[in-house]
C-alpha cells in the first residue's frame, strides 16, 4: 500500500494505546482514522482482535490522540500536510495559556516559509 503511515499510535478514550499503520494522514475533513496491523504497544495482538491484518476504523469522538512517528512521514506523500499538525498544537498551547489566566498575549513571529507551506496545503 502506498502512503501507509507505519507504527503511528492510536491512544482511545479510557482504553489503554494502540499500535498500528494508519492507511492515510488523517484530514480535518474525516470523521474517522482507518489503521491496519494492529498491535497493543507491547507487538502482542489485542484480545479483541481475530485478524491484525484487518482494517480497523475508529470515529474520531473515541480518538483522544494520535501519535505519527517523523520516520513514518518522511517517505509519505502527505508529507505536505504535517504543518497542519504544527497549527493545531500552536492554538492548543494558546488556550492553555489563557486557561491559565494569562492575560499577556505572546510576541510570535511570523515564520514566512512555514506560511507559505500552510497556503500550500
Known sequence: MRGV???AVIHLHNEQPLIGDLLEMPSPAD???RMTNLRSLD?????FVDDSASIFIFAYHRISFI???ASSVAGADQVAQVPVAA???AAVAAA??????SDKEPDLEIDEDFLRR???V
Open 5 to 7: 503511515l507505519k507504527n
Open 118 to 120: 500552510i497556503r500550500e
Open 96 to 101: 492553555a495559556n489563557s486557561a491559565h489566566g
Open 67 to 69: 501519535e505519527i512517528p
Open 31 to 33: 470523521v474517522a482514522v
Open 87 to 89: 497549527v493545531v498544537t
Open 43 to 47: 507487538g502482542k495482538r489485542p484480545i
